[in-house]
């Protein structure tokens, strides 16, 4: 009896399960129907009977019908590519052919479209690109997708295809209703210019790539905004010769180049702005073009803004850049090097970004670069090997500083002041005032000489070659009186004379001298030797070195007698009778 009475129970259990179920089903089914497609009850029922010539089952033929409709001026027929549902059905006959109009205008002008880009699948499914990382998304279809974004006034605008079934009937791609609705906009912003629209038709016809006007048109307009900038150079360069000589003056004659080129940039955008426009790869071109001068330019302004500082701190703090200065201050201008080395850096990092972030580098080639970032890296690295060595050797003698700004050093026999460490090489002054342009990284791997390290002071020496009859003390005391009259060497304790060669028939004598730095030890050198050679030649000439020809056959030098021998050259004559 408890078994009858629980089988209502069962059976209701079961009828409930299998109903759930089919709703499940049922359910998931019409969400799967959505995410193909936007339901909707109709179409465009202002318009005409859509000619055979409009293909909108994929997002590529749609677009590429409408282009095709557009070209041939059929602009009704086009009106077919747009959804204007938003609109009554006569709004849709009296403005859809002009809002077709308007849209073809903005997309030639406003952003460079490539239909073989666009989706040529009937559900627009995510593929996987050959040389990108798999998307997870791949295999499931699209019901609307993005063919252009447009900026306005730093708000963007996006022209998006969205597929659309009407009851029972196949879907289509249409140009979705918020798109169509910002159409007017985009054609304020991007429309032809009223110069364009005095021009005769027949130069609106295309040659290649860009009209017949516009051939004609981009030259002249060049040749305009050269000539500005030219005579803006020229206006900046007759300033700089105006102001008084100085750290002002200086600085205004640096930056002729990048004023006269942000001036040509901010006029260039000014005219594409409000008198004339050209299409979409002429104004994207400009686009990437100015963007890249005008960061440029301004970037270089700065960077020569702080060589002026840098300019002036070095005259007012340092001075001649020598070895003549405290190692303080030598270390402070090779700071000020190394700073302006990392302020060149960070400027060039941020007008890279600020260039690749307007031109939506990043947005297009993105992926491409990530997904190839280990072959860019390798072809990088083997083409700027030298260039990367330099500039890491730079910030290695800015950072260890076995040379310092001003310092002296003896590199590959020469004597040089070291004036400037840049990124890639290091500009060396020589006594003679020539300069040395010498890569970092083969200064680096050469051994030199820092004469400046620790101290300019030098120890120097001179020989002189006398007779051995010269006598060595009375020339000693008369170096010191006349080493010790020189401004030059210092430390006179140190003064030493010292017989350190023998020959035959002279000995060599060395003079040392303690000098406060190598170039006035150098001048010390030659005016005490020129001093010493002066007392001998005036007092003690028998002092000069001499060949001694022996014409005896005795020991002249033991005093022992002999008769005289016959000199060289002569032969005994027998007298005549």
Known sequence: MKAIGLLPTWVALIVALLFSSVCVAQTQGEEGEDNRWFAVDELNTGLEEAPEEVNLITPREAIRSFQTLTDNEEFAAAAHVLNLSDLSPAEQREQGPELAKQLAEVLKRGELLNVSNLSGCREAIIENTAGQEPNPLAGQPRRDLEIASLPIGGDAYDIRLGRYRAGDEDPVWLIMSDSVSSIPLLYKEYGPSMLEEHIPERFKESLGVLMIWEWIAIPIFLIVVALMGWGVYRFVGLLARLIPSGAKSIFVGRIKGPMALIVMSLVTQMLLDYVVSFSAIAMGTFRVVLTAVLAWGAATIALRLVDTIMLRMTRRLVGEIDDTKSRDERRLLTSLYALRRVIILITVTAVSVYVLSQVQIFETLGLSILASASVLAVLVGIAGQAMLGNILSSFQLSLAKPIRIGDLVMFEGQWCYVEGIFYTFIRLRSWDERRLIVPVTYFVSKPFENLSVKSTKMYRFLELTLHLSADVELLRQKFLDVAKDEVNVIEHHKLLCYVTGQTATAQIITFYLMTSDPLA?????????????????????????????????????????????????????????
């Open 521 to 577: 030890g150098w001048v010390a050198e030659m005016n005490v030797r020129e001093k010493l050679l002066a007392f001998i030649r005036d007092n003690h000439p028998d002092w000069w070195p001499r060949d001694v020809m022996v014409i005896s056959h005795n020991d002249i030098a033991r005093g022992e007698p002999g008769k005289r021998s016959t000199p060289l050259g002569s032969a005994d004559v027998k007298p005549s009778e």
